[in-house]
């Protein structure tokens, strides 16, 4: 039997199906794994939804699951550039999408297919841009858990050349301090472009003051942090580890920043009914919705408007389904990624918003 596959739309099951359904995730970087190991991933999936399907259903249907499954995995295109591949098996149809959020190992089988389901599976480092300046060194770094990556190293020579000679040590200092706090700055503007990440600031008193002052990105910044001048590289850890303790509080203070960023750009999708059309449209880079936000809605065939299944129209076809899981659907297999924050956190936004391209 042929799988109807498709790695270009989301899968999209009514709410009230209930055909069984197995939900796989596979970690999916061909370009940093070699397809040895990702073959022994998929031996190991295998295993595990044979296990876990003949635990809740008969032989026959197990069969018919694992053979979709496996027709998915033959179709694995070894030259795609993704970090994860989700599939979606039931005893008649097969469906495989290329995620670009990383994710672990997983198998769920449900009654119902739901992408919340495989969302807990992502793998999410604690990811910072960190501002340092100091009387000895200065840089701008990437941390990734215990690593930092210097992105940008110390303010050029140039910056000391050129100062009023008529000026005194102290005034040629500030100069000085003025120049690194700009060049600092604009380095820093042009990052968080690429990395939307929380930012900290670590200085002596005198550069924060200067940096508060001078710098466009004060505002925005997580933390600025007051250290001595005396601060080296190998210290930098230990300032930031007491805030990456509270991550999740620090990534909501994030996310709900670019949130406001976006809107003021024009490029925020507010609330299920926008959110929904723009995911379909393919033009959605970051789902905000929250935790336990649904919303049961079906199509209006002839039209293709989303409708409340609240509102009595025609009954006629009526497949109803939960437009937030649609949504998270397209948006991951766009290319995009889904965060979920604690209800209530999205109140202003009408419980879920994207960020558009």
Same mark, same amino acid.
């Given at each position: 039997?042929?799988?109807?596959?498709?790695?270009?739309?989301?899968?999209?099951?009514?709410?009230?199906?209930?055909?069984?359904?197995?939900?796989?995730?596979?970690?999916?970087?061909?370009?940093?794994?070699?397809?040895?190991?990702?073959?022994?991933?998929?031996?190991?999936?295998?295993?595990?939804?044979?296990?876990?399907?003949?635990?809740?259903?008969?032989?026959?249907?197990?069969?018919?699951?694992? #053979?979709?499954?496996?027709?998915?995995?033959?179709?694995?295109?070894?030259?795609?550039?993704?970090?994860?591949?989700?599939?979606? +098996? !039931?005893?008649?149809?097969?469906?495989?999408?290329?995620?670009?959020?990383?994710?672990?190992? +997983?198998?769920?089988?449900?009654?119902?297919?739901?992408?919340?389901?495989?969302?807990?599976?992502?793998?999410?480092?604690?990811?910072?841009?960190?501002?340092?300046?100091?009387?000895?060194?200065?840089?701008?770094?990437?941390?990734?858990?215990?690593?930092?990556?210097?992105?940008?190293?110390? +303010?050029?020579?140039?910056?000391?050349?050129?100062?009023?000679?008529?000026?005194?040590?102290?005034?040629?200092?500030?100069? @000085?301090?003025?120049?690194?706090?700009?060049?600092?700055?604009?380095?820093?503007?042009?990052?968080?472009? $690429?990395?939307?990440?929380?930012?900290?600031?670590?200085?002596?008193?005198?550069?924060? $003051?200067?940096?508060?002052?001078?710098?466009?990105?004060?505002?925005?910044?997580? /933390?600025?942090?007051?250290?001595?001048?005396?601060?080296?590289?190998?210290?930098?850890?230990?300032?930031? *580890?007491?805030?990456? /303790?509270?991550?999740?509080?620090?990534? *909501?203070?994030?996310?709900? !920043?670019?949130?406001?960023?976006?809107?003021?750009?024009?490029?925020?999708?507010?609330?299920?009914?926008?959110?929904? !059309?723009?995911?379909?449209?393919?033009?959605?880079?970051?789902? @905000?919705?929250?935790?336990?936000?649904?919303?049961?809605?079906?199509?209006?065939?002839?039209?293709?408007?989303?409708?409340?299944?609240?509102?009595?129209?025609?009954?006629?076809?009526?497949?109803?389904? #939960?437009?937030?899981?649609? *949504?998270?659907?397209?948006?991951?297999?766009?290319?995009? !990624?889904?965060?979920?924050?604690?209800?209530?956190?999205?109140?202003?936004?009408?419980?879920?918003?994207?960020?558009?391209?």
């Amino acid at each position: 039997m042929t799988p109807n596959l498709s790695s270009q739309e989301p899968l999209l099951l009514p709410v009230a199906q209930q055909d069984l359904t197995l939900s796989v995730l596979l970690p999916f970087e061909p370009r940093t794994q070699s397809r040895k190991q990702i073959e022994a991933s998929v031996r190991r999936l295998m295993v595990q939804a044979e296990e876990r399907l003949l635990q809740q259903t008969s032989r026959q249907v197990t069969r018919e699951v694992l #053979d979709q499954l496996k027709q998915l995995f033959d179709q694995l295109d070894y030259g795609a550039t993704a970090k994860s591949v989700a599939l979606w +098996a !039931t005893p008649s149809k097969g469906k495989l999408v290329y995620w670009q959020m990383p994710v672990g190992e +997983a198998v769920v089988l449900d009654q119902h297919f739901d992408v919340r389901q495989l969302l807990p599976f992502r793998k999410e480092e604690k990811q910072y841009l960190l501002l340092v300046m100091g009387d000895h060194f200065a840089g701008i770094y990437l941390g990734k858990e215990k690593q930092l990556s210097r992105l940008v190293a110390n +303010a050029p020579v140039s910056v000391g050349r050129g100062i009023d000679p008529a000026l005194d040590a102290a005034q040629q200092k500030q100069v @000085v301090l003025q120049r690194s706090v700009k060049h600092f700055d604009d380095a820093l503007s042009i990052l968080q472009r $690429a990395y939307k990440l929380p930012v900290f600031i670590v200085a002596p008193a005198a550069h924060l $003051a200067q940096f508060r002052k001078q710098s466009r990105n004060a505002a925005g910044a997580t /933390a600025l942090v007051e250290v001595p001048a005396t601060i080296n590289e190998r210290e930098l850890q230990a300032v930031v *580890a007491p805030y990456l /303790a509270n991550w999740q509080q620090l990534k *909501a203070a994030k996310l709900m !920043t670019q949130l406001e960023d976006a809107l003021q750009a024009g490029k925020l999708a507010v609330g299920i009914g926008e959110v929904w !059309t723009a995911a379909n449209q393919k033009r959605g880079r970051l789902l @905000v919705v929250e935790a336990d936000y649904a919303y049961p809605a079906y199509i209006d065939n002839q039209g293709g408007v989303l409708y409340s299944d609240t509102i009595p129209l025609s009954q006629t076809n009526r497949q109803t389904r #939960d437009a937030v899981s649609d *949504a998270m659907s397209c948006v991951l297999a766009g290319g995009g !990624t889904v965060e979920i924050v604690e209800n209530g956190t999205l109140a202003d936004y009408l419980h879920a918003a994207l960020i558009c391209y």
